[in-house]
Nanobody, 123 residues
Framework: QVQLVESGGGLVQAGGSLRLSCAAS????????MGWFRQAPGKEREFVAAINWTGRSTYYADSVKGRFTISRDNAKNTVYLQMNSLKPEDTAVYYC????????????????WGQGTQVTVSS
């Protein structure tokens, strides 16, 4: 069973950048596709980005396309989310998870969620 721990969140001004990390335990990490989601207060958890196990295929929500970049380092068992040009509407708790199959955009396609890391963007 893979366990995930997110880090890298914080408070940043609009227009700034942050890089989130998702560290995974377990030797089978490199065989999993991975995803990032976020959840703002009072809202449902929403898809942000996903990456396949090789790192060669990536997928993004329209709201972050061109600003966020997902990547992975299988040697370090880590997935990253580089977030640039941050906006106040990006404020949320960000989660990573293991993709189990189906549609990348749906939370039900994932398991082994991390505890999340808070990102706050001030205007």
């Amino acid at each position: 069973q893979v366990q995930l721990v997110e880090s890298g969140g914080g408070l940043v001004q609009a227009g700034g950048s942050l890089r989130l990390s998702c560290a995974a335990s377990g030797r089978t990490f490199s065989s999993y596709d991975m995803g990032w989601f976020r959840q703002a207060p009072g809202k449902e958890r929403e898809f942000v980005a996903a990456i396949n196990w090789t790192g060669r295929s990536t997928y993004y929500a329209d709201s972050v396309k061109g600003r966020f970049t997902i990547s992975r380092d299988n040697a370090k068992n880590t997935v990253y989310l580089q977030m640039n040009s941050l906006k106040p509407e990006d404020t949320a708790v960000y989660y990573c998870a293991v993709f189990t199959g189906g549609n990348y955009y749906y939370t039900k396609s994932y398991r082994s969620w991390g505890q999340g890391t808070q990102v706050t963007v001030s205007s």
